[in-house]
């Protein structure tokens, strides 16, 4: 009888995000932003599938909107072919995202890299601890000239 698969210590490394957060954020103007501004994000992540995958749901908060403006879901997982952790992400800007972010996991960074129909996106996750890590957004239109878009720091609320 074939034995099913099991998690690795790659999948075990996404736990990391398990809980509840909460996050302030500085959003960088930007072409895709003119303004830019702060907001408030709160996220929830947990793992699902046997311990495969960490489903992560997002909502944000600009400054005095007083409801979410917007709201992503990730799934991020490890895949064993590559020897890359994947996140495929979707949000409200109801884009198709096609492709998932490729990333590594070096020391206590989680760096992803996407290609798609808007540009190229960088996200790194830095721990800083158990209960707080850091998270950048950089957009790029040719992948060559990176600028910020959103930095933040978040905080464990609920493990």
Known sequence: MHEMPKPGPEHAKLRAFAGEWKGDETLHPSPWDAKGGTATSRVTGRMDLDGFFLVEEYAQERAGAGKPTYR?????????????????????????????????????????QHQHPMGHSRYTYTFAGPDRYTFRLEMSRDGKEWQPFIDGTFTRAKP
């Open 72 to 112: 992503g879901h990730g799934v991020f997982g490890w895949d064993a072919n590559s020897k890359r952790y994947m996140m495929h992400w979707f949000d409200t800007m109801g884009m198709d995202p096609g492709a998932p972010a490729a990333g590594t996991w070096e020391g206590d960074t989680l760096r992803f």
